[in-house]
């Protein structure tokens, strides 16, 4: 007897065709012109020719502090939310099922309304005569304003307000379709809740984790508009400084070039952390 095999339908592929070509318009194509601008040089005369002087310029110790600082944000910023968002996605997924879609819509809020809205706020919070600082003064913690304004310190508080969401939702997945019989199996066997946290749920929703990292990472790397607005000038990142440069005149493609060399560094970093958290994706297993 011949079994016909059921028609592969192509219309999930036809249903992105939409979208894989918006990205192809708007972010691949502009991208690689971006690129390729960093390795022209266009003389007097008009001639074209290819040079990694542009490159070579953004090769010192000036740029790659800024490099690193941009790293070090990113890096703090994902280790917070992490901290923060695992405990948040834990409760969501088995204590607080009751009130979980309630607390999702809470979570959720912030992307209804408008970032700038979101960073006033923030200064009123931060300023010097600001909520965090007359609460610290009435319970005696200081005895005079602290300036937590225009400081890596607002940078953080804003970049993990801003990014929190994006960790806690995909660690939240995985969270759901974790078995919980596995944790109930682990202490029958005599593990203890922390042996039970690392050898088994933790490994086991890596890939939520690992989602939620690039989700956070990434972005927070090139961020532009959060260090801008409440780290003022005194520290640049990478977004400050591309921002300048694309939008002087007549170093467009200095800023191209400052761009490469950045993402050339973000994407051997991510590469780096890919590898390391896909080492935790499965359960540990004692050896010998």
């Known amino acids: 007897m011949k079994f016909l095999r059921p028609p592969v339908s192509d219309r999930p592929f036809a249903i992105g065709i939409p979208a894989l070509i918006w990205q192809i318009l708007f972010f691949y194509i502009p ?27 953004f090769i010192n110790p000036l740029y790659l502090r800024v490099i690193g600082f941009s790293l070090l944000l990113a890096i703090v910023n994902v280790i917070i939310c992490f901290l923060i968002a695992y405990p948040l996605a834990y409760f969501l997924a088995f204590k607080g099922r009751k009130i979980k879609n309630f607390l999702l819509f809470l979570l959720l809020i912030p992307f209804w309304t408008n ?41 953080i508080i804003m970049m993990v307000y801003y990014y929190l969401p994006f960790m806690v939702l995909p660690i939240y997945t995985s969270l759901e379709r974790f078995n919980t019989s596995l944790i109930e199996a682990s202490f029958d066997l005599g593990a203890t809740w922390l042996q039970t946290f690392r050898r088994i749920v933790l490994p086991l929703t890596m890939r939520g984790v690992r989602a939620g990292f690039f989700l956070v990472y990434i972005p927070s790397f090139g961020e532009f508009a959060i260090p801008a607005l409440m780290g003022g ?5 990478v977004g400050n400084v591309v921002s300048e440069y694309i939008l002087g005149e007549g170093t467009g493609s200095l800023g191209a070039a400052f761009m490469v060399v950045s993402c ?8 780096f952390f890919y590898w390391l958290l896909g080492r935790f994706t499965e359960p540990v297993r004692d050896r010998g």
């Open 115 to 155: 970032f700038l809205l979101h960073v006033y706020a923030w200064f009123y919070v931060l300023e010097r005569h600001g909520f965090l600082n007359n609460l610290l003064l009435h319970l005696g913690v200081i005895k005079q304003p602290v300036i937590l304004l225009n400081s890596p310190f607002a940078i």
């Open 233 to 237: 000038d005194k520290i640049m990142f």
């Open 31 to 57: 991208l690689i012109i971006i690129a390729v601008t960093s390795f022209l040089k266009t003389s007097s005369a008009g001639h074209v020719s290819i040079t990694f002087e542009k490159i070579a310029h």
């Open 264 to 271: 050339a560094v973000l994407l051997v970093t991510a590469v």
